[in-house]
């Protein structure tokens, strides 16, 4: 570690008796190279690991100076980050199972010890994104929903055993523990490792990244870590450094204190909507000044968890006491606690800082009001006294209650459907009468790390519950409720503090462990209730404690979706419709017909903060936490294979060897001009990553559907597609087939489905690729802003690749996305500001040409592309090449990452 250059930098330290190894970015300092108080922590955090990991090969000394060059004004140069560890939830998990397994394949077909495929930084995988919302309302939900879990991926867990035996340093926490989030957050974050490197005892900042967009949560507690996509996880997991651009960091100054009655959730919208309009795409963010003080570590890392929708790469909060405050409360080891205070100390990352900035922003907390946000975008916050007015201005534009406008968003016609105020009669399967209507609330879900991991909401929650028991208020029928914690500890505190049953008293039961709704897993709807909707076409809600809300995402039949804090979710679900003004409206009424408000059951903040100091105790997570490895009954029952090689199974429609190592050439394809490619699919803005690559439930009549039917698969055992991303022949058939997509080469159609060309036919967008491929056409995709926005989810990437799209075209990308683009050898290229497909003219029925990649591929290239009507009239636009740095050209070059590890390990 270190080249000879900076072999000065690696200094001994001394704990409690024992000696360890460091590097000391002081040394830094004292050569002249930076000044380390003008420093972000995080950019000091990132020297540190570019520091310690210079060894003169992947990372240079050059790489050192180039992250201490780091100046408000940032210099345009990359560097080589290596985290301390990977974390991996299971949706994005077992496919990067799968394709560690794939490569070990490929290894062993060329004659390979298959061993040398072995991650070099130790892996945390928690499974949490498979249990869905089956059952509800009833005290063996839990149960019920945990057997079903099992049934239907038990395939996927066991690929995953296998994955822990075959990999060192793999671990896995079993379903039923927790959301991996809240896991890291409470138990698998370390702030400081103290680890063995080669026979030597090492201190280091906690570093990682994770497969999920919401990784940065982290940021809560201090440490450096972020979302990428699986695929740029995978090679982080075998030593490839993530090549990045030095960032810019945006401090945000807090001020003020919350008002009483605004919660951390309400505080995070807020932030959100401030953020987005600040623009902090690929930027980080550090918090600090008055206002930091006044928040609870676990509503830092509720701000931070909300990154993605922030925009950011990190939300950074410093470490301080109330950091080594919330460890003990966690019930961390009290000597590491100190180590991690004496450390930081020394490198002078503890505590309050005022470094320099690239911009600052002034966020005053007394600001902050009840607030939701929706109806499909996690930052567009709305005032919880404006949902009155919100949502039938929402319907009006959508054309639903208008009989004059013939279109929704959605291109749905509006055939006979009801009025705002008008509902629909439905009789469940028990014989329950109901009335629905737009604006119904039928799923109402307490959910995400984002929410359960802070005892301040999950109390006011139950606190809310309880009152309005006491005032004879109840959940209508037509409400599908559920409570997910993201840690066993929560249903412990909830326990104990006599709140739990009150919960389930308005049917807010446990249902599992894990995402569930916020994923996409909030399960089906009655059916009585699923026909009405399709019968009237009617706009029903969701509110959720979650931090995605994305078109489809929640139920594919329900229109408008609203995130909201826990007690808030609990008052919607008590109201039953969100075209309402809880300010001033009553919520309901009593047994005796009196109206009940919402300030009448608001829990008193006061009696929230004794709750938690009565109820939540490290004893409480040392207890929970201490098998947090080890499983159910089930877990241990489960059967796996064994060996360094997988045995991949032909008729398996879970687990399938993908075809991006077979065949495997040791020569570097390399880059050349595009010719005669024909548009896919032409798009509109915020296209999400939900809808390039859903992962909620799907039907027989789409192409994944169809392929599982040709092999025996009852529609009943589909499961989703986030649990069949371990089998590419599903995932390439589910790539742009979201059912609320729209291809604007279609004329308002929604679903995955396009025109080929020449011949005019509409098929699915897969058939067409087919066609295509057999034609040897290759393909692109254009769009507007903000392509691939949402979950880190590597499947957006590789679905397209496996269509055979060759480039991308869009106005701005999400990053990840975007980098899961180029971890696949795809181009992602983008529009002149002010050019768009629209403003060019194009409609997508042209042929393209993409020009200036036969002499090779440099980072930000400016290439030309050249497209042909049927007129043979041409237009020619430029667009830059979103290849930032030398290693994504290699990448490209390569035909992805993954690609180009497994050439240097065969050839090395």
């Known amino acids: 570690m270190a080249t000879d250059e900076f072999s000065d930098a690696i200094r001994e330290f001394e704990h409690d008796g024992e000696t360890y190894k460091m590097a000391d970015l002081t040394v830094l300092e004292e050569q002249g190279l930076c000044d380390l108080e003008k420093l972000p922590v995080s950019i000091r955090v990132l020297l540190e690991a570019v520091l310690r990991n210079a060894d003169g090969d992947m990372i240079s000394a050059q790489d050192v100076k180039n992250a201490a060059s780091w100046e408000p004004d940032v210099p345009d140069v990359e560097v080589p980050f290596q985290p301390s560890r990977v974390v991996l939830q299971d949706l994005t998990g077992v496919p990067a199972v799968v394709d560690l397994a794939a490569l070990r394949s490929a290894a062993d077909r060329a004659d390979k010890d298959p061993s040398i495929v072995e991650p070099e930084v130790p892996c945390d995988l928690v499974i949490d994104h498979s249990v869905q919302v089956d059952y509800f309302g009833s005290e063996d939900a839990y149960e019920q929903n945990v057997e079903l879990e099992y049934e239907r991926n038990e395939e996927r867990y066991r690929a995953i055993k296998w994955a822990e035996q075959a990999f060192e340093d793999f671990n896995v926490v079993p379903p039923g523990t927790g959301i991996v989030h809240q896991v890291n957050l409470e138990h698998l974050g370390k702030v400081v490792h103290a680890r063995e490197e080669d026979g030597e005892q090492w201190l280091l900042p906690d570093t990682l990244v994770g497969t999920d967009s919401h990784t940065p949560m982290i940021n809560g507690i201090g440490v450096v870590g972020w979302g990428v996509g ?405 877990w241990e029952a489960l059967d796996a294979p064994t060996g360094d090689v997988y045995e991949w199974d032909s008729e398996s429609t879970y687990i399938r060897e993908p075809p991006f190592f077979q065949d495997f050439p040791l020569e570097e394809p390399g880059v050349e001009d595009i010719a005669d490619a024909r548009c896919l699919l032409t798009l509109g803005d915020t296209v999400t990553t939900d809808h390039i690559s859903p992962a909620g439930p799907f039907s027989e009549d789409l192409p994944a559907g169809q392929w599982l039917s040709e092999r025996g698969v009852e529609p009943y055992e589909f499961n989703t597609y986030g649990s069949r991303r371990g089998n590419h022949e599903v995932m390439m058939r589910g790539t742009f087939a979201n059912v609320r997509i729209e291809n604007q080469l279609l004329d308002g159609k929604e679903g995955g489905y396009t025109i080929h060309h020449p011949t005019g036919e509409e098929t699915t967008v897969f058939d067409a690729s087919e066609r295509y491929r057999d034609e040897e056409t290759p393909l692109i995709v254009m769009a507007g802003e903000e392509l691939g926005t949402g979950s880190s989810r590597d499947w957006a990437a590789k679905g397209t690749d496996l269509l055979g799209i060759r480039a991308t075209i869009g106005k701005s990308y999400e990053r990840i996305y975007r980098d899961n683009l180029l971890g696949m050898g795809v181009l992602p290229l983008q529009f002149a500001e002010g050019e768009g497909w629209e403003e060019l003219g194009l409609d997508g029925t042209e042929y393209f040409d993409i020009k200036g990649l036969d002499d090779g591929l440099e980072p930000n290239a400016e290439l030309t592309v050249v497209a042909e009507d049927d007129d043979g009239e041409t237009t020619e636009f430029d667009v830059t090449a979103q290849v930032g740095t030398p290693a994504a050209v290699k990448y490209v070059e390569n035909g992805g990452v993954l690609h180009l590890v497994l050439r240097r390990m065969l050839t090395e």
């Not at 929402?394 to 749905?412: C, H, Q, R, Y």
């Not at 209508?476 to 739990?500: M, R």
């Not at 929640?554 to 804090?565: E, F, G």
């Open 230 to 634: 699986g695929i740029e996880a995978e090679a982080a997991l075998l030593g490839q450094p993530i090549t990045m651009t030095l960032p810019e960091v945006v401090g945000v100054e807090l001020t003020g204190e919350l008002p009483e009655g605004a919660t951390a959730t309400d505080l995070v919208l807020h932030i959100t909507e401030k953020l987005r309009q600040v623009g902090v795409v690929d930027k980080f963010v550090e918090f600090y000044g008055d206002g930091v003080s006044q928040l609870s570590v676990a509503d830092r890392a509720t701000i931070s968890n909300m990154s993605p929708e922030h925009g950011c790469t990190i939300s950074m909060f410093p470490v301080d006491d109330a950091t080594l405050d919330y460890l003990e409360l966690t019930g961390r080891d009290e000597d590491h606690i100190e180590l991690v205070r004496e450390y930081l100390e020394a490198q002078g990352l503890f505590g309050d800082h005022d470094p320099e900035f690239t911009e600052t922003v002034e966020f005053d907390l007394g600001t902050v009001e009840p607030s939701l946000a929706g109806h499909k975008k996690p930052h567009a916050r709305i005032p919880m006294g404006d949902l009155d007015e919100h949502f039938p201005t929402l319907l009006a534009e959508e054309g639903v209650i208008d009989s004059g406008a013939a279109e929704s968003d959605g291109g749905l016609v509006a055939k006979e459907q009801p009025g705002l105020d008008e509902k629909i009669p439905v009789t469940l399967e028990d014989g329950t009468e109901v009335e629905i209507g737009h604006g119904s609330v039928l799923v109402s879900a307490i959910t995400s790390c984002t929410n359960t991991s802070n005892p301040s909401v999950m109390v006011a929650a139950g606190l809310l519950a309880r009152n309005a028991l006491e005032q004879g208020l109840d959940v209508p029928d037509y409400v599908k409720t559920s409570l997910a914690p993201g840690s066993k500890v929560v249903t412990e505190y909830l326990k104990q503090a006599d709140l739990l049953d009150d919960l389930e008293g308005l049917g807010y039961h446990v249902v599992g462990y894990g995402c569930t709704t916020c994923i996409g897993n909030a399960g089906p709807l009655a059916e009585p209730i699923e026909a009405a909707i399709d019968e009237h076409d009617l706009w029903t809600t969701s509110v959720l404690s979650g931090n995605r809300n994305f078109e489809a995402r929640i139920h594919p039949k329900i229109r408008a979706n609203y995130l909201a804090s826990p007690p808030l979710v609990v008052a919607y679900g008590l109201a039953g419709k969100m075209d309402i003004d809880l300010e001033n409206e009553p919520i309901g009424t009593n047994d005796d017909g009196e109206e009940i408000f919402l300030e009448d059951i608001w829990p008193d903040p006061q009696e929230v903060k004794e709750t938690i100091h009565e109820n939540v105790s490290a004893e409480l997570f040392k207890d929970k936490y201490a098998s947090v490895f080890e499983g159910d009954d089930r």
